[in-house]
Nanobody, 124 residues
Framework: VQLQASGGGLVQAGDSPRLSCAAS????????MGWFRQAPEKERELVAA????????FAGDSVKGRFAISRDNARNMVYLQMNSLQPEDTAVYYC??????????????????WGQGTLVTVSS
């Protein structure tokens, strides 16, 4: 499966942009999905995850209550709604896919497919 992330750019603190991840090549309904981010000189971290059906979701502590992951399997799309952005949210954001029969996938190395990343820069 090929993944294409989009929706990043320069935003103001407090803005609420939405990132999109478009999948091609395979139907996305067979994959658990995740959004990760990597800030300069920091390790890549899991921001949010969603199960194949969308029935289970996870948000990391740093974004809980502000970010929400969702998916539309009919359109082969996954989204990350980001609210109340802060300068510390500045990072390259990646979507990733893991073929699985289970629910959420939390381990970075478990994901098989990665998008190219989209840069989100939050100015104060």
């Amino acid at each position: 499966v090929q993944l294409q992330a989009s929706g990043g750019g320069l935003v103001q603190a407090g803005d609420s942009p939405r990132l999109s991840c478009a999948a091609s090549g395979r139907t996305l309904s067979s994959y658990a999905m995740g959004w990760f981010r990597q800030a300069p000189e920091k390790e890549r971290e899991l921001v949010a995850a969603i199960s194949r059906s969308g029935g289970s979701t996870f948000a990391g502590d740093s974004v809980k209550g502000r970010f929400a992951i969702s998916r539309d399997n009919a359109r082969n799309m996954v989204y990350l709604q980001m609210n109340s952005l802060q300068p510390e949210d500045t990072a390259v954001y990646y979507c990733a896919a893991k073929w699985t029969n289970t629910g959420l996938v939390f381990t970075t190395s478990a994901y098989n497919y990665w998008g190219q990343g989209t840069l989100v820069t939050v100015s104060s």
